[in-house]
């Protein structure tokens, strides 16, 4: 009894951070964007500092018509959202925030799970660009392939990195074997993952599959309401996830230099969502070419070297 | 053959592989309340939104100009060699992984270390003959 009670509180708690977070970075990216560029943003919508813009736009986008174009693949044009977002929600539950057993659920295989799941979240936009039956849609869907064609592997390689420095592939594992000094070795690592991540999601400056001025708003463009709104949270969501675990995986995750505990984990997460924001706010989108090469040319090889400067040093220090 | 001994090894520790399948029954809860999210999400949607089809409404959006021809538009997906290349990159990565999590234990160590060189060697030298042959240009 005692058991069910216990998952039954962290699922919930789980599905409560996957509904706030994005959210509260969603709102972030609003007010950031806003004071970098000399504006306000938004300061109407729930009175102070306009703090309940996404709640408005939550309302509005529920009661919008939901429009599948008659020359669509309906049943996929329909559940490409949800394939779009489930998979983010299914990785927070592995994802461990503090020491002992603050986690949604420890997996052996961790890691290999949480990159398994964010690689299927991929498809939901394939599937929207395919089903729309818009060419723009398609383009969108085909660019979406060839940028996970291009990430996924500078992503898988850095983080096979970490598993080499922890000799584990468990997230909570990885995360007891943590010490300072992983930080500046494993920091090649780092930035290829978080760079990997962003474009795996799409953020600029690697936006060119939803590229608003050529391509209108690539796999999206068909989606109007709900399922636009879906798509939207998704992309927050997975901003979340690859926040926290580049967090967990490449900067200690719970332990902090003073002291340890699920603060820290949030304060990393948090602070690599600002960086996300600042990002998009300071690059312009890069060209479809450039961003094949930059994945193949610099982020591969600079995974490769990381890969056999982990193996030397871990080596040589056991 | 060999199973049953593997078996009666591992069972005085109440069977590690029931454990292992435990941690994913969460995960598959997990994934029922998520269904269930979406689909209250979208009933509750259809109760509350208007639905007014109109033909012009429901015309593929290309940039307000009447679409030409069809939407699935035969097209030459042009990185198919790209693809391949992705593939063999990928499942090699993958076997990274179970190596990663025992090449430094006692008993591995040096020559380990160097099979993980001729490992990457491999992958670099097929990243250079891509590049060479032109896999890796876009212009």
């Not at chain 1, 938004?42 to 919008?64: E, I, R, T, Y």
């Not at chain 1, 600029?204 to 209108?216: G, L, Q, R, T, W």
Request: proline share 5%.
């Amino acid at each position: 009894m005692t058991d069910a009670l216990d998952i039954t509180w962290r699922l919930l708690a789980v599905f409560v951070a996957f509904l706030l977070l994005p959210l509260i970075v969603g709102q972030a990216e609003h007010k950031v964007m806003a004071h970098m560029q000399g504006r306000l943003g938004p300061m109407s919508a729930g009175g102070f500092h306009g703090w309940a813009q996404l709640v408005a736009d939550g309302v509005k986008f529920a009661q919008k018509e939901d429009i599948v174009p008659a020359g669509a693949d309906r049943r996929v044009f329909r559940i490409a959202p949800a394939v779009a977002l489930l998979p983010y929600l299914l990785v927070l539950v592995a994802i461990p925030v503090g020491p002992g057993d603050a986690v949604g659920r420890p997996l052996d295989a961790g890691l290999f799970y949480v990159l398994a799941m964010m690689g299927v979240g991929v498809l939901g936009s394939l599937m929207g660009g395919w089903a729309s039956a818009n060419k723009y849609s398609l383009l969108g869907g085909v660019r979406t392939a060839a940028q996970l064609l291009a990430y996924e592997l500078p992503m898988l390689l850095s983080a096979a990195s970490v598993a080499m420095a922890a000799g584990t592939v468990s997230l909570v594992g990885i995360l007891d074997g943590f010490q300072w000094w992983w930080v500046p070795w494993q920091i090649a690592g780092a930035l290829v993952f978080f760079t990997a991540g962003l474009a795996e999601l799409h953020r600029p400056p690697f936006d060119m599959p939803v590229a608003d001025s050529e391509i209108i708003f690539g796999a999206y463009t068909e989606y109007t309401g709900l399922r636009f709104a879906l798509f939207l949270l998704a992309e927050y969501a997975g901003i979340v996830v690859l926040c926290a675990l580049t967090a967990v995986l490449f900067l200690g995750g719970w332990h902090g230099p003073v002291g340890s505990g699920w603060f820290w984990t949030l304060l990393k997460t948090a602070l690599l969502a600002f960086v996300v924001i600042w990002l998009r706010v300071s690059f312009p989108r890069l060209r479809e070419d450039q961003l094949q090469k930059f994945a193949w040319t610099v982020l591969v090889p600079l995974a490769l070297a990381q890969i056999a400067l982990t193996g030397v040093v871990k080596v040589v220090v056991s | 053959m060999l199973e049953p001994t593997v078996r009666a090894a591992t069972s005085p520790e109440v069977g590690p592989a029931a454990d292992y399948f435990q941690g994913y029954t969460v995960v598959g809860l997990l994934a029922v309340v998520g269904v269930l999210f979406v689909a209250v999400a979208f009933t509750a949607g259809r109760l509350l939104r208007p639905e007014v089809p109109t033909p012009e409404k429901l015309m593929t959006y290309e940039c307000g100009v009447d679409p030409v021809g069809e939407g699935w538009a035969h097209t030459q997906v042009r990185y198919y060699v790209y693809a391949f290349l992705y593939v063999v990159f990928a499942v090699d990565s993958i076997f990274l992984f179970p190596w990663a999590t025992i090449f430094a234990d006692p008993g591995f160590g040096g020559v380990t270390l160097v099979e993980m060189f001729i490992f990457l060697g491999f992958l670099a030298i097929g990243l250079l003959y891509a590049w060479k042959k032109g896999v890796l240009e876009w212009t």
